[in-house]
């Protein structure tokens, strides 16, 4: 247990589906995050949000749509993908992106199917 | 982002001490280097992480010379459940913090 919670763990989904990814993390971290990781990939980072406010997007299709309601809570919120969007997509958080000693707590992942 | 290299992959026996070497040639001034670990399906985890000489805790060792431009992580008495990917990273301490993973190394634990 890594203080960083994802749901679901699994999800399949149509192209024309509209699905939502959520992150909770329990840490009362400042900085949350959302990486990609496809097979045989380096992990990308996606998003970072810090004190609510995003301060990275990198390069990521409007397809997908994060959302940081509060500092606990993240997610990202997914239409019309494509079968290459299939993946493991996790979630981390720090205490602040400010400080390069910054461990990140990673959670346990979605992995996403796309049909 | 300094860009890092390492193995692709290494063997290893239980019981035996590994040791994975990462090089990082442009490592500026005020880089940190931090080792992650993942297992299959999971987030990684952070291992430990340094600045310049040598960091131990309960699960491993990180040595930096002193020019700074490798470090290697060393895993004593490695064991079954020590089989994943080990991940090398260099971050800055100052301003956005961003970490760039590469393809890490994939260590395998035989009995």
């Known amino acids: 247990e890594t203080g960083v919670t994802q749901t679901p763990r699994h999800l399949v989904m149509g192209m024309t589906n509209k699905k939502s990814l959520k992150c909770e993390q329990h840490?009362?971290?400042?900085?949350m995050y959302w990486y990609k990781q496809s097979a045989k990939k380096p992990l990308e980072l996606m998003f970072v949000?810090?004190?609510?406010?995003?301060?990275e997007n990198n390069s990521v299709p409007s397809r997908f749509s994060p959302e940081c309601p509060n500092s606990s809570h993240l997610f990202l919120h997914l239409h019309t993908l494509q079968p290459e969007d299939s993946a493991l997509y996790l979630c981390a958080s720090s205490q602040d992106t400010g400080k390069g000693g910054d461990e990140q707590y990673f959670g346990p992942g979605t992995r996403l199917t796309v049909t | 982002l300094a860009k890092t290299t390492q193995p692709i992959s290494m063997d290893s026996y239980e019981g035996q001490e590994v040791n994975i070497t990462c090089s990082h040639n442009?490592?500026?001034?005020?880089?940190?280097i931090t080792w992650y670990q993942q297992f299959p399906s999971q987030g990684p985890r952070f291992i430990i992480q340094?600045?310049?000489t040598k960091v131990t805790n309960e699960v491993a060792s990180l040595f930096i010379p002193a020019d700074r431009k490798s470090s290697t992580l060393s895993l004593p008495r490695v064991s079954l459940s020590d089989t994943a990917v080990y991940y090398c990273l260099v971050n800055m301490n100052t301003g956005f913090q961003k970490l760039v993973f590469g393809t890490g190394t994939r260590l395998l634990v035989s009995p």
């Open positions: 442009n490592i500026a001034t005020n880089d940190y």
């Open positions: 949000y810090n004190f609510k406010e995003q301060t």
């Open positions: 840490l009362g971290h400042n900085a």
């Open positions: 340094g600045y310049k």
